[in-house]
C-alpha cells in the first residue's frame, strides 16, 4: 500500500480491538465470530486531518455484507475511538490468486471514491439527521446532475461520513430490473412495476402498492422502478424514503417551523416511492400530511409506489381516506418463492458474484431454506464466507454444518413416505410396492434400502417403520438393516448404489 503520511502500525491494531469490542457489545456472538472477528487492522496514517484505520476483509462479500448489515455500528465504533476525523478503509484479499502466486497477503482496496471529493460535513450529525434542502429543493436530480455525480449514492467505499450525502434520491443502484429474478410468485408486482417504470405517472397504476411478508423483494422491486427511472431519465427527480424516515423528517420539521418547506419538497418530486407503509399505521398527523402530497403529487400526474407488509386494509389505524387514495391504482402482492424461483436466484447471485458452486449445492439451499430471499442470500453468503475463512471447499458437508441453524426451523427432518420415494425413484419402481407385498427381487431391494434409510435417518421406532412398509413387524426391519450392512461390506457396487442414494436424501434433509 502506498500511504501518504506517517504509519503508524502499532496502534492500528490497538485502534481497531477498541473499535471491536465496542461492535462485539451490540451483535450476536454468531454475527460477531462470523464477521468480524476475522477482520485484521492494516494500518493507522494520518492523512492531512484524517485518521484513517485500514482494515483487512477476507473477501468483497465482507464488505457487502458489513456496508449493507453494520454501516452505522462499525462508524459509530470507529469515530468513538478515532474521535470524528475517523475514517475506515477496507483492505479486501484477493482470493483467487493466492495459491498460485503462494502471496496469501495479496490484496486490493476497492475503488473509493476521489480522493478529492469532499467529505460532507456531518460529522455533528446522528445517522438519523438525514437533511435535505426543502426551501432549495436542490436534490439529486440523477446522473447528470454535476453537483451530486451518481457515485455518490452508490455504496461509497470510505465509510465514515460520505455514505450519506445532504441530499439524495436515497436509492440504492444495485436493486435493478436486471437482478429481480421472476417467479410466479412476484410476476405481476415486476410486470406493474416494469410498466410504471417505463412510463412514471402515466400508467393507471398510480399508485401503485406492493404487499407481502418481509425478505420477499419489496424493497428491491419499488427501488428498481426508481433506479430504472432514474437510469433513463423517465423524470427529474426521484425520492425514495421509508414511512418511518418520512414520519421521522416531518416530525423534526415541525418542531424546526420548516413544516411548510417539508411539505413542499415533497410535493416538488416526480416519483415518490414510500416503503413499509404500515408504520404509518397510527400516526395521524403524518397520514394527515401524506395525505395532501399524495393528492397533490397525484392530480398533476406524479408517479407514488408504495409497499407495506400486508393488505393496506389490515393495517390498523390508517385513516379511510388515506385507503381510498391506495384503491385508486393498483396492488399486487408477492408471494414467497416456489422452488424453481428460488434456485434461480441463487445461481444468479452466485453468478453475480463470480463464484462457482455446485448445482447440488444450490439445490440444498433451494430446498431446505423457503420462507424469503432474504434468508436464502444470507445462506449463500453465510458459507461463502465460512469458506474463505476456514478455506475449504464448499461441499455438501460444509453446507449442512454452516447452515444447521438456519435450516432447522424451516426444515423437518425426512420422512418415511419420503425416504420411500427417494429410493424408488432411483430404482424407478411405483412406490406402492415396497409398502405391498410383492417379492421380487428388485422390490425387495429398495424395500430393504428403504427400511435401512428410515432406521438410520428417522426417529421412529422400528414398530412404526415396519408398519409404513405394508404392516410388517419390526424384526423384519431388523433383518432388512443387516442385509442392506451385509452387502454394504461385502459389495462395492452395492456400497456405491447406497451412497447415491444417501447423496440424494442428504439434499432434502438437513
Ligand atoms: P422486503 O423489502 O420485501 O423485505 P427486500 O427487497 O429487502 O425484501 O429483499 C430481500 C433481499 O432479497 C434483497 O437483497 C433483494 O435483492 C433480494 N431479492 C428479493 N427478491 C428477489 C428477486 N426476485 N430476485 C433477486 N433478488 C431478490
Ligand atoms: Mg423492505
Not at 385508486?328 to 452466485?350: C, F, H, N, V, Y
Request: proline share 4%; charged share 25%.
Amino acid at each position: 500500500m502506498n500511504e501518504r503520511g506517517n504509519r503508524i502500525d502499532v496502534t492500528a491494531d490497538r485502534a481497531w480491538k477498541e473499535c471491536i469490542e465496542i461492535i462485539r457489545d451490540n451483535v450476536s456472538g454468531q454475527s460477531f465470530s462470523t464477521w468480524f472477528a476475522p477482520l485484521r487492522a492494516v494500518s493507522l496514517v494520518e492523512d492531512g486531518d484524517d485518521l484513517k484505520l485500514t482494515v483487512q476483509l477476507p473477501s468483497r462479500f465482507y464488505y457487502e455484507w458489513l456496508e449493507e448489515h453494520y454501516f452505522d455500528l462499525v462508524r459509530k465504533s470507529v469515530r468513538k475511538v478515532l474521535g470524528p476525523t475517523g475514517r475506515l478503509y477496507y483492505d479486501i484479499v484477493i482470493e483467487q490468486d493466492d495459491a498460485e502466486r503462494g502471496a496469501p497477503g495479496a490484496s486490493m482496496q476497492l475503488p473509493a471514491r476521489p480522493a478529492n471529493e469532499p467529505v460532507s460535513g456531518d460529522d455533528e450529525l446522528s445517522n438519523d439527521d438525514f437533511r435535505m434542502s426543502y426551501s432549495g429543493a436542490s436534490f439529486d436530480t440523477g446522473p447528470s446532475t454535476p453537483e451530486m455525480p451518481s457515485t455518490a449514492i452508490q455504496n461509497p467505499f470510505v465509510i465514515p461520513g460520505l455514505r450519506r450525502s445532504p441530499v439524495t434520491t436515497n436509492l440504492n443502484g444495485s436493486y435493478t430490473f436486471e437482478r429481480f429474478i421472476e417467479g410466479d410468485c412476484n410476476r405481476l408486482a415486476r410486470n406493474a412495476a416494469l410498466a410504471i417504470a417505463q412510463q412514471p405517472g402515466k400508467t393507471q397504476f398510480n399508485p401503485f402498492l406492493i404487499y407481502g411478508g418481509v425478505g420477499l423483494g419489496k424493497t428491491h422491486l419499488i427501488q428498481a422502478i426508481g433506479n430504472y427511472v432514474r437510469a433513463n431519465k423517465k423524470a427529474e427527480s426521484i425520492m425514495y424514503v421509508s414511512s418511518e424516515r418520512f414520519t421521522t423528517e416531518f416530525v423534526q420539521a415541525i418542531q424546526h417551523n420548516r413544516a411548510s418547506d417539508f411539505s413542499m419538497f415533497y410535493r416538488s418530486i416526480d416519483l415518490l416511492v414510500i416503503d413499509d407503509a404500515q408504520f404509518f399505521g397510527g400516526k395521524e398527523k403524518t397520514q394527515e400530511e401524506f395525505f395532501h402530497i399524495f393528492n397533490a403529487l397525484h392530480q398533476s400526474g406524479k408517479q407514488i409506489v408504495l409497499s407495506a407488509d400486508r393488505p393496506p386494509r389490515d393495517i390498523e389505524g390508517i385513516e379511510e381516506r388515506l385507503l381510498s387514495r391506495f384503491q385508486w391504482g393498483l396492488s399486487a402482492d408477492m408471494q414467497p418463492p416456489d422452488l424453481e424461483t428460488r434456485i434461480a436466484i441463487l445461481q444468479r447471485k452466485a453468478e453475480d458474484d463470480g463464484i462457482a458452486i455446485d448445482n447440488e449445492i444450490i439445490e440444498f439451499i433451494g430446498h431446505n431454506i423457503k420462507s424469503n430471499i432474504r434468508e436464502l442470500e444470507g445462506a449463500l453468503i453465510r458459507l461463502l464466507a465460512f469458506s474463505t475463512l476456514n478455506k475449504r471447499e464448499i461441499d455438501l458437508k460444509l453446507a449442512k454444518e454452516v447452515l444447521r441453524d438456519l435450516i432447522k426451523d424451516t426444515q423437518v427432518t425426512l420422512s418415511i413416505d419420503e425416504i420411500q420415494h427417494v429410493v424408488c425413484d432411483y430404482f424407478d419402481i411405483v412406490v406402492d410396492l415396497v409398502r405391498a407385498k410383492t417379492r421380487k427381487r428388485e422390490v425387495v431391494q429398495a424395500r430393504q434400502i428403504a427400511m435401512y434409510f428410515s432406521k438410520e435417518l428417522t426417529q421412529h421406532s422400528l414398530k412404526t417403520i415396519g408398519l409404513h412398509f405394508g404392516g410388517r413387524d419390526h424384526s423384519t426391519v431388523i433383518h432388512a438393516n443387516q442385509s442392506v450392512l451385509n452387502q454394504i461390506d461385502t459389495d462395492h457396487k452395492y456400497r456405491q448404489t447406497i451412497e447415491e442414494i444417501r447423496h440424494k436424501l442428504e439434499l432434502r434433509s438437513r
